[in-house]
């Protein structure tokens, strides 16, 4: 999710991505009615249908000749394919569950819940929340006690905002019950969308992470030969050197796309950055210490790039990079995964064979930390009525088939699964596939804690204004960690009963420790 107000942009339950899964409930006549289980249809009719060649957009599967024999997942560990249907419908055919949704994706959800709807026998009633008040409204629902829904998906970073104050339910015994794939995961995914305090809590949904890709055409010209995904831009040194040379390399391409718009967009492109030379936002005591020497390093070098960056950096967010990036307006790009393989269809980009996704550049001195940010997660409400049926419907939705298949619809929501994102045939229909599951393995991510919005956007809205040159990068840093610890302490840190334990969030913020490279 690049949208934290808006959750139809990203939305699984869009356009085409749906249309494939409506024959799987159509066809049976059971769309719109609670259940009984004898109702109900063979379960491996309806699974035999929620397959590539049912649910991937025609035009991409012409283009990669993809047949349902091309399986871009493992059906051994797609939840889906493993659960007892039957013990599912013995249980809780019949009963229903409210799901809160962006109200411009309502019609298009109720579709794509029909096979959900005839493999279990729940009923899905949809709860539509106005998309640019998803989080407000959602945050009143809790607060009230009796939200109206019983599960959601949201922005990941708001974990903390909702797990804290005990509005979502525990879902580790769910988990354990009906054979949920954990350990098919990323660490980072697992641990930073699915976990908090030691309890889980969400499924990942949306798995997303920032990467560098470049234009071959360019940077071919540039260095006499090949890209070498590792080696041809090894550092973020060689970055700056490379955006200096291939700026204006043709009328109207920039040397590089960067996001740096006032709020969470300039934090991810210096949270990016910053990763590599070692930087973390906290001590163990949550005091800010990303105005250290890391933090300073990760932000001079956006001001180094920003002087061969697209025109419009300093107010651009995702839609207005994407455009650049896909237009061919920019040579090099900092962006996330599905920059890459949205750049591979015809129908989105103008691009199409000429660009690659590289491996992380480094910095002397600090780590391949390749950055997890953003995302979303999938949770059930702590005053569910059918909190069971609810994770049940979740744990469908963000099933290692179907958002292998989302990635080959190039729909920008991303799939976590080692299964998925190592599997050959997927490979084939999104070239970043290859690096992006190695760079997981060393993955950085920022906790999720009480109050972590307005902290993004106070350190994004303090960065913005040193890449506009209002004030220099140290003052920047420095006014956005005294923000930063003020918003902390609103929450309910600093008090002597923190409501994040830093030992249990440590281990997803930085999960390469002790790894090696993949290269």
């Known amino acids: 999710m690049k949208f934290a107000g808006n959750l139809s942009r990203r939305s699984f339950l869009q356009t085409s991505s749906a249309a494939g899964l409506v024959a799987a409930g159509a066809g049976t006549g059971l769309v719109g009615r609670a259940f009984a289980s004898t109702d109900l249809p063979d379960p491996q009719t309806v699974l035999d249908q929620i397959s590539i060649e049912q649910y991937v957009r025609e035009d991409y599967r012409d283009l990669y000749s993809l047949t349902n024999a091309d399986t871009m997942w493992d059906p051994s560990t797609d939840w889906i394919r493993t659960v007892d249907w039957e013990a599912v419908r013995s249980e809780l055919a019949g009963s229903t569950v409210r799901f809160a949704i962006g109200a411009a994706d309502q019609e298009s959800a109720a579709e794509g819940l029909a096979p959900f709807e005839a493999l279990s026998g729940i ?66 995914y697992r641990l930073n969308y699915g976990f908090f305090n030691g309890k889980m809590y969400g499924i990942p949904f949306d798995c997303d992470i920032q990467m560098v890709h470049v234009r071959k055409g360019y940077m071919e010209q540039l260095l006499g030969g090949e890209v070498d995904k590792v080696n041809s831009i ?11 040379e291939l700026n204006n390399i043709e009328p109207g391409v920039s040397g590089v796309g960067m996001m740096a718009a006032p709020g969470f967009w300039s934090t991810y492109t210096w949270e990016h950055i910053a990763a590599q030379a070692g930087m973390m936002l906290f001590d163990e005591n949550w005091e800010p210490i990303f105005n250290g020497d890391a933090g300073m390093k990760g932000l001079e070098i956006i001001l180094e790039l920003a002087k061969n960056a697209n025109e419009g950096h300093a107010g651009a967010g995702w839609p207005e990079n994407r455009a650049a990036w896909l237009g061919g307006q920019v040579a090099t790009n900092i962006s996330w995964q599905d920059s890459g393989t949205q750049a591979m ?6 691009i199409v064979d000429d660009f690659v996704t590289i491996y ?12 997890n940010i953003a995302g979303s997660t999938s949770c059930v409400a702590a005053s569910s009525q059918n909190p069971e049926g609810a994770f049940l419907m979740l744990a469908f939705l963000t099933t290692s088939s179907i ?22 045939n997927l490979q084939k229909v999104s070239q970043p596939a290859k690096v992006w599951g190695d760079s997981l393995e060393h993955a950085w991510c920022s906790p999720r804690l009480p109050g972590a919005f307005p902290i993004e956007q106070a350190i994004g809205n303090e960065i913005n204004r040193a890449v506009v040159g209002q004030i220099t990068a140290k003052e920047a840093l420095d006014n956005a960690a005294t923000a930063v610890r003020e918003i902390m302490t609103q929450n309910g840190f600093y008090q002597g009963n923190d409501p994040v334990d830093y030992a249990a969030a440590a281990p997803g913020l930085y999960v390469g420790e002790g790894r090696d490279l993949p290269f």
Do not use: C, H
Request: no cysteine; glycine share 6%; aromatic share 14%.
């Open 123 to 188: 009923k899905v009633e949809l709860v539509p929340i106005p998309d640019d008040s998803f989080y407000d409204k959602a945050l009143a629902e809790f607060i009230s006690g009796n939200a109206s829904f019983d599960a959601l998906q949201f922005f990941s970073p708001w974990m903390g905002d909702f797990a804290a104050p005990g509005f979502l339910a525990p879902l580790d015994e769910f988990a354990d019950k009906w054979g949920l794939p954990l350990d098919d995961f990323y660490d980072t």
């Open 234 to 244: 090894p550092t973020y040194d060689e970055l700056i050197r490379v955006s200096k």
């Open 345 to 350: 269809r015809p129908d989105q980009s103008q």
């Open 360 to 371: 992380e550049p480094r910095i002397e001195g600090g780590r391949f930390a390749p950055p």
């Open 403 to 424: 958002m292998a298949m989302n990635e080959a619809n190039a729909n920008g929501v991303a799939p976590g699964y080692k299964s998925v994102l190592r599997n050959d």
